[in-house]
């Protein structure tokens, strides 16, 4: 805490109830935080952190989009191979797992982690950005399924 203090202009945010985060003032200091807390993280067995831009929050390891759209799943009893999943940002990569969704996507827009992770992964990566890129990503998908 006191490096990120000395370090960054970034604000720690701590409300009762809910996990402790960070909000920063841009990505780049994002990513100076992030590369000083992997480490004192994975020393942690439960602990984990969840990135969306700036904004950053502690969690436990167990919970992410992932292991929400894993249990969904098992609701319904639907297996990973049929199961979709879209994201853009850095709290999306549990949840773009093969092993949570054989179908996975991200917009053209997406930060580059995740474009890297999902062209890894066998995903689509659409050419249209935000709101389209996901429609594309549906259409791709699923058109064929009618």
């Known amino acids: 805490r006191s490096d990120v203090a000395e370090h960054t202009g970034a604000q720690w945010v701590e409300a009762e109830g809910d996990p402790a985060g960070i909000i920063s003032r841009t990505s780049e200091e994002m990513d ?3 590369s000083h807390i992997r480490p004192l993280v994975a020393a942690e067995p439960l602990l984990a952190w969840q990135r969306n831009s700036i904004y950053l ?5 167990d919970y992410h989009k ?3 759209l894993g249990e969904v799943a098992s609701l319904f009893d639907l297996a990973a191979e049929n199961c979709f999943a879209i994201g853009d940002s850095h709290n999306d990569f549990e949840m773009l797992d ?3 969704a054989a179908r996975t996507a991200c ?4 930060v ?4 890297s992770h999902v062209r890894e992964t066998g995903g689509l990566i659409t050419s249209r950005i935000h709101g389209a890129g996901a429609v594309e990503a ?8 009618r």
Do not use: K, M, T
């Not at 929050?57 to 390891?61: K, L």
């Not at 580059?112 to 474009?115: D, H, Q, T, V």
């Not at 549906?138 to 399924?145: A, K, N, Q, S």
């Open 32 to 34: 100076w935080i992030v």
């Open 112 to 115: 580059p982690e995740i474009l």
């Open 66 to 68: 992932g292991s929400a």
């Open 107 to 110: 917009p053209a827009n997406s």
């Open 57 to 61: 929050r502690f969690s436990h390891r």
């Open 138 to 145: 549906l259409e791709h998908y699923f058109r064929g399924d």
């Open 98 to 100: 093969p092993a949570f």
